[in-house]
């Protein structure tokens, strides 16, 4: 899917919501990023610099299409792409070993990936994107295959990342993960921007201004007894 003047600004420290649905054009701007694809024109700029090979190890990043090699041990695998990304292997291998023990997954060092469950592949992947220490960490739908349990884990690390100084780009169509976790976002459909800004601005451009009201009590009471005791654009503004 190609891309049409689609021009955003993600803000250092933030984690930045990309949305639309699927075929919108989201995975063809990340790969531009990561630079899989090469854009046929416009520019990238990256911590103030424009877009280099020299910043492929200063991103993160977990494809939609898990990427693992099946046949390879946990602890191979995770040394193995540690150093791609231009860590020594006594530091991917000392990495490794404490995202390992931080996820409480050391049995599963000596396992082939084949051997791992969905989800479990899944938390391996997540910490091959982020144990090289990315400034840039750029996450396509990465709560795919995860039980609620896991992705509570995964969320509160994505959190702590931020909290680091990451710049996290997370791309998904369910408004419920954006709800919770972002701090801006962009949407895409049809390879055009539709509207970018950040949560709070985007609720307050777009909301309705249509409010449901729910009485619970009695009918009879004097105007002043109300209370007002919740109040929600869209949802439920109940009054007692």
């Not at 090469?38 to 492929?56: C, M, W, Y």
């Not at 150093?83 to 390992?100: C, P, V």
């Not at 993960?177 to 055009?192: M, Q, R, Y």
């Amino acid at each position: 899917m190609a891309l049409d003047h689609v021009t955003l600004a993600i803000p250092q420290q933030t984690i930045f919501g990309l949305l639309g649905p699927n075929g919108a054009g989201k995975t063809t701007l990340i790969r531009i990023i990561n630079q899989i694809i090469n854009a046929d024109s416009g520019s990238v700029s990256i911590f103030g610099e424009r877009l280099q090979p020299k910043h492929i190890g200063t991103i993160g990043y977990l494809p939609e299409e898990r990427g693992l090699y099946k046949k390879l041990k946990v602890g191979e695998q995770l040394i193995y792409l540690a150093q791609l990304k231009g860590l020594s292997r006594k530091d991917a291998t000392e990495k490794s070993k404490a995202w390992i023990k931080k996820f409480e997954i050391t049995d599963w060092w000596t396992k082939k990936v084949e051997d791992l469950s969905k989800g479990m592949a899944q938390k391996v992947q997540f910490i091959s994107t982020v144990m090289h220490e990315p400034k840039l960490i750029i996450l396509d739908e990465p709560f795919s295959g995860f039980d609620p349990v896991n992705a509570q884990l995964i969320t509160k690390e994505i959190l702590e990342l931020k909290e680091r100084g990451c710049t996290i780009i997370f791309s998904t169509h369910r408004m419920e993960t954006v709800e919770d976790l972002c701090d801006h976002i962009a949407l895409i459909n049809k390879s055009k921007k539709v509207l970018e800004g950040s949560k709070k601005q985007v609720k307050e451009n777009y909301r309705s201004n249509i409010f449901m009201v729910e009485h619970k009590g009695d009918f009879n009471l004097p105007p002043e007894k109300y209370e007002l005791i919740e109040q929600k654009n869209l949802e439920d503004t109940h009054y007692k």
